[in-house]
């Protein structure tokens, strides 16, 4: 079983930053992709970010690209997520979620994500 919880979520005015975390638990994460998804109420959740764990390497959407910067620390297999130069088009309910490891498909694909965390609001005012 695997537990995601995140964290650092709120609400900024637009142009500010904001960090959010996304510590895991119950299993090794030492070969899997991780990942921020967002989703606001009536649209599908979307892609922001991945980073795989083992190598580091990351992908980003192109609305976030030059904005976020998401990296990990595998000791306390947590995975953040920097947030710069906020929009107010930025606002929704962020989530981490991990890889299926045996996922053949893009890092950007929901499908190929098992496990989610509970999400946390982040809001922009303009």
């Known amino acids: 079983q695997v537990q995601l919880v995140e964290s650092g979520g709120g609400l900024v005015q637009a142009g500010g930053s904001l960090r959010l975390s996304c510590a895991a638990s119950g299993r090794t994460f030492s070969t899997y992709t991780m990942a921020w998804f967002r989703q606001v109420p009536g649209k599908e959740r979307e892609f922001v970010a991945a980073i795989r764990w083992s190598g580091g390497r990351t992908y980003y959407a192109d609305s976030v690209k030059g904005r976020f910067t998401i990296s990990r620390d595998n000791a306390k297999k947590t995975i953040y997520l920097q947030m710069n130069s906020l929009k107010p088009e930025d606002t929704a309910v962020y989530y981490c979620?991990?890889?299926?490891?045996?996922?053949?498909?893009?890092?950007?694909?929901?499908?190929?994500?098992?496990?989610w965390g509970q999400g946390t609001q982040v809001t922009v005012s303009s």
């Open positions: 979620a991990v890889q299926n490891p045996y996922y053949s498909g893009t890092y950007y694909q929901l499908h190929g994500y098992d496990y």
